[in-house]
C-alpha cells in the first residue's frame, strides 16, 4: 500500500509495505499516455500553413459561393489576413482553402503585360470552368 492505513488495531509489518515498484509504474504510465496521444492523433492531417500572398477560397459572410482572393499577411499560429473582393478579413486556417488557381493581383499583373495577356485569359477561362465550392 502507498498510503498510510486508518486502523488503530495492530498490523503486520509485511503488509504496511507497498507490494508496487515504482519504475515498473511509471513505465506503464508513460506507455498508456504514449498510447492514448496515438489513438487521439489516428484521423488528424499535418497542418501547411499559407504563404503571404498565395491564393486563397473564402466562403463570404452570408454567401454561399466560395470566394478568391490572397493571403496578406500571418497574425498567428493559425489566423491570417485575407483580402477578398478588395475588403480584409481575419480568418482561422479552417475557414479559407488553398487553390492552385493564380490570386486577383497575379491575374492582374498578368493582364497589363501584353506577352502575358493571353495566358492571363487561358487561366481565367480554365477557373471560371470550374464548379464554386459549397458545404
Same mark, same amino acid.
Given at each position: 500500500?502507498?498510503?498510510?492505513?486508518?486502523?488503530?488495531?495492530?498490523?503486520?509489518?509485511?503488509?504496511?509495505?507497498?507490494?508496487?515498484?515504482?519504475?515498473?509504474?511509471?513505465?506503464?504510465?508513460?506507455?498508456?499516455?504514449?498510447?492514448?496521444?496515438?489513438?487521439?492523433?489516428?484521423? #488528424?492531417?499535418?497542418?501547411?500553413?499559407?504563404?503571404?500572398?498565395?491564393?486563397?477560397?473564402?466562403?463570404?459572410?452570408?454567401?454561399?459561393?466560395?470566394?478568391?482572393?490572397?493571403?496578406?499577411?500571418?497574425?498567428?499560429?493559425? #489566423?491570417?489576413?485575407?483580402?477578398?473582393?478588395?475588403? %480584409?478579413?481575419?480568418?482561422? %486556417?479552417?475557414?479559407?482553402?488553398? #487553390?492552385?488557381?493564380?490570386?486577383?493581383?497575379?491575374?492582374?499583373?498578368?493582364?497589363? %503585360?501584353?506577352?502575358?495577356?493571353?495566358?492571363?485569359? %487561358?487561366?481565367?477561362?480554365?477557373?471560371?470552368?470550374?464548379?464554386?465550392?459549397?458545404?
Amino acid at each position: 500500500m502507498g498510503r498510510r492505513t486508518r486502523t488503530l488495531l495492530p498490523t503486520a509489518e509485511k503488509l504496511l509495505q507497498p507490494n508496487s515498484d515504482l519504475k515498473t509504474t511509471a513505465r506503464s504510465l508513460v506507455a498508456r499516455k504514449r498510447l492514448q496521444c496515438k489513438q487521439y492523433n489516428r484521423g #488528424t492531417k499535418s497542418f501547411i500553413p499559407l504563404k503571404v500572398g498565395e491564393a486563397i477560397r473564402m466562403e463570404l459572410p452570408g454567401e454561399q459561393k466560395w470566394s478568391a482572393g490572397r493571403c496578406s499577411r500571418l497574425l498567428g499560429r493559425r #489566423t491570417y489576413e485575407v483580402q477578398v473582393d478588395g475588403r %480584409h478579413f481575419c480568418r482561422n %486556417h479552417r475557414q479559407l482553402r488553398s #487553390t492552385l488557381e493564380p490570386s486577383p493581383l497575379q491575374i492582374a499583373i498578368m493582364k497589363s %503585360h501584353p506577352r502575358m495577356r493571353m495566358k492571363a485569359d %487561358h487561366l481565367l477561362y480554365q477557373t471560371s470552368a470550374k464548379p464554386t465550392f459549397s458545404l
